[in-house]
């Protein structure tokens, strides 16, 4: 256990050293001002609920990227990874890391639309779950790759896949097989913390992928990276 919270304290020295923490504070600033400017149109939480996985995908699966790409050129990689540190803490920490701050500018766009009127419960774990599964992934491109050129032009697909469900979200598809995507039980969750009582069904679900779909990428990820970026 205490070797996972100084994985935490390390992250954030990481972080700070490559200049993330400032750049994930102009993102959210500058999400929350969007948001503020355009809350009194029609639809604001649609809009809201877009800003926010836009920002876990920007949070999650860019920076992890970079921050993975950046430590690996500076040989931080190299240098942690032949010490007796647990690759489990090391991903973990750097996860949970990254989905908290992306949590807190989440609650910034929300409290701006709705005021305390929203479920916390349904709409935290929606958010933060989203920029979870965006991280996981993030980690699951950056073992392919060392460059950042390459990084980006494979994470415009891999985005663009994730995202499909927001399609049936603002009612441009109704396409059924788009609810198994990871990120839908996010979507839902999100969406339905607006209103006093949601629907049920939508909620449930929700929680169900998200307890499938989580572990079973963090699996996925875990062999990926060791595989391709450890033990190389």
């Not at 049936?168 to 839908?184: A, E, S």
């Not at 209103?195 to 989580?214: M, R, T």
Request: charged share 10%.
């Amino acid at each position: 256990m205490r070797e996972f919270f100084g994985q935490f304290k390390w992250q954030f020295l990481i972080f700070q050293r490559n200049n993330l923490i400032g750049m994930i504070a102009g993102v959210t600033v500058f999400y929350v001002a969007v948001v503020y400017f355009l809350k009194h149109f029609g639809e604001a939480e649609k809009f809201v609920t877009l800003l926010i996985l836009t920002d876990s995908s920007m949070i999650g699966f860019i920076f992890i990227g970079l921050s993975i790409i950046l430590e690996k050129d500076q040989e931080v990689l190299s240098a942690l990874f032949v010490t007796p540190v647990n690759l489990h803490s090391f991903l973990i920490s750097r996860v949970l890391t990254l989905s908290a701050l992306s949590l807190v500018c989440a609650f910034g766009m929300v409290l701006m639309v709705r005021g305390t009127s929203f479920n916390p419960i349904h709409f935290s774990v929606g958010a933060f779950s989203a920029c979870v599964l965006f991280s996981l992934f993030g980690f699951f491109v950056v073992s392919y790759t060392t460059e950042i050129l390459h990084f980006t032009l494979r994470s415009i697909p891999v985005l663009m896949g994730i995202s499909l469900p927001l399609l049936n979200y603002f009612d441009l598809t109704n396409l059924g097989f788009l609810k198994l995507f990871p990120v839908q039980g996010s979507l839902y969750l999100i969406a339905n913390s607006y209103g006093h009582s949601g629907n049920v069904g939508e909620i449930v679900f929700g929680y169900l992928s998200l307890a499938v779909w989580i572990p079973l990428s963090y699996w996925f990820v875990f062999r990926t990276f060791r595989e391709k970026l450890v033990n190389t």
